[in-house]
């Protein structure tokens, strides 16, 4: 069974920083695109962060870029993201998700809330 599990939400001054932990159980990393999610209240979800399974390359959203770091531990079967310099308009939740877009795959987490305020 295969279950993704975040951690590492919480309140944080504007400014600050904040380590987002996806632990994988049943999956292992680099077999996946690893992605983050985010969703703000009353909005869609948001493709936030990735990293690819085979190369591991990274992209990211602009509103996001130079900011957070998306990285993966495959020995740990866990997925980081490093956000840094945040900012009130990342307040949202953070939901992690590892996809095989070609096998039809896809695999969420329950989220972890962020909140950015001061």
């Known amino acids: 069974q295969v279950q993704l599990v975040e951690s590492g939400g919480g309140l944080v001054l504007p400014g600050g920083s904040l380590r987002l932990l996806c632990t994988a159980s049943g999956i292992s990393v680099n077999d996946y695109t690893m992605r983050w999610y985010r969703q703000h209240p009353g909005k869609e979800r948001e493709l936030v962060a990735e990293?690819?399974?085979?190369?591991?390359?990274?992209n990211y959203t602009d509103s996001v870029k130079g900011r957070f770091t998306i990285s993966r531990v495959n020995a740990e079967r866990t997925v980081y993201l490093q956000m840094t310099s945040l900012k009130p308009e990342d307040t949202a939740v953070y939901y992690c998700?590892?996809?095989?877009?070609?096998?039809?795959?896809?695999?969420w987490g329950s989220g972890t809330l962020v909140a950015v305020s001061s």
């Open positions: 990293i690819s399974g085979a190369g591991g390359r990274t």
């Open positions: 998700n590892a996809i095989k877009v070609t096998y039809g795959v896809d695999y």
